[in-house]
């Protein structure tokens, strides 16, 4: 599934099966948030087919996402950024794509190896509440289920910074 737009939300305990929607409100899959525990989840189709699934590597800040047989799609990053918030996501066959944030804004471009933006996101909803995203997605090469793992990753390595930040704050 490819050029769309689609919403989909966090869970408020990170864990449960949350619905992922068209711009019509229709349903067009879900998340399977596995854990409060945990940061692993799997996106699942209309049909509720298994398309892909993300979570960190082990002992890592390192977001892997696999396809329904557990075969590699890429590993999505964090960058080192002064002011903006940037990540890379590296496909295994596909090419490396860059995904960026200015400082403060709740809006990210994904764009290919070229500069060429392919898909936008932005989270529109999450300060007393779970965290929700709009996904527009241009690309011919990645699969929208597939950056919704992304997204999610990109949502995931957030709350751990943001959780490791406050941790060292008195």
């Known amino acids: 599934m490819s050029k769309l737009e689609l919403y989909f939300k966090d869970n408020f ?12 409100q229709e349903p067009a899959g879900s998340l399977d948030l596995k854990s409060a525990f945990g940061s692993s989840l ?22 892997e996402i696999s396809n329904a047989d557990g075969v590699l799609l890429g590993v999505l990053r964090h960058r080192i950024s002064f002011l903006s918030k940037k990540f890379e996501y590296e496909t295994e066959d596909r090419g490396i794509y860059e995904i960026f944030s200015p400082a403060f804004s709740k809006e990210y471009t994904i764009t ?28 011919e090469r990645l699969d929208s289920y597939e950056l919704i793992a992304v997204v999610m990753g990109v949502h995931e390595t957030n709350k751990r910074e943001a959780s490791a930040h406050h941790a060292g704050t008195p």
């Open 42 to 63: 799997d996106v699942h189709d209309a049909e509720g087919r298994l398309v892909c699934s993300g979570k960190f590597r082990f002992f890592s800040n390192k977001w």
């Open 112 to 139: 290919d190896q070229l500069g060429t933006p392919v898909a936008q996101f932005a989270k529109i909803s999450g300060w007393f509440e779970s965290s929700a995203f709009c996904l527009r997605n241009e690309s």
């Open 13 to 24: 305990f990170n864990a449960g099966y949350t619905e992922i929607v068209d711009v019509h």
